[in-house]
């Protein structure tokens, strides 16, 4: 497997027990402004690996559901980035039905 796969992997590991540990726990949820659920377990999983994939390639941009808008016009001109969804199954992780993943 190749280093950056392998960097990858630990990551998501890492967001996966960031993710847990608040699910273990009693957490808020609030709204995004599309009015979708955002958790601490999101924010969490979204520091942890938007810090990780800059060290792991600093010069690929990072688009993440939960970070700021990034223009297309800017998006665009973009020839490899991160796309990520730190929480994907955030309805579920609310219900605490285990139907979520990093």
Known sequence: MS????DCVELARRAGEA???IYAQAFSVTEKDDRSPLTE?????HRCIVEGL???????????????????????QWQR????????????FIKRNGEFTV
């Open 19 to 21: 993710i847990m540990a």
């Open 81 to 92: 980035y991160w796309l990520v969804d730190p929480l994907d199954g955030t309805r579920e």
């Open 41 to 45: 377990a999101d924010m969490a999983a």
């Open 54 to 76: 800059r060290r792991i390639a600093p010069e690929w941009p990072v688009l993440s559901e939960e970070g700021a808008g990034i223009e297309w016009s800017v998006r665009r």
């Open 3 to 6: 280093v950056v796969l392998n």
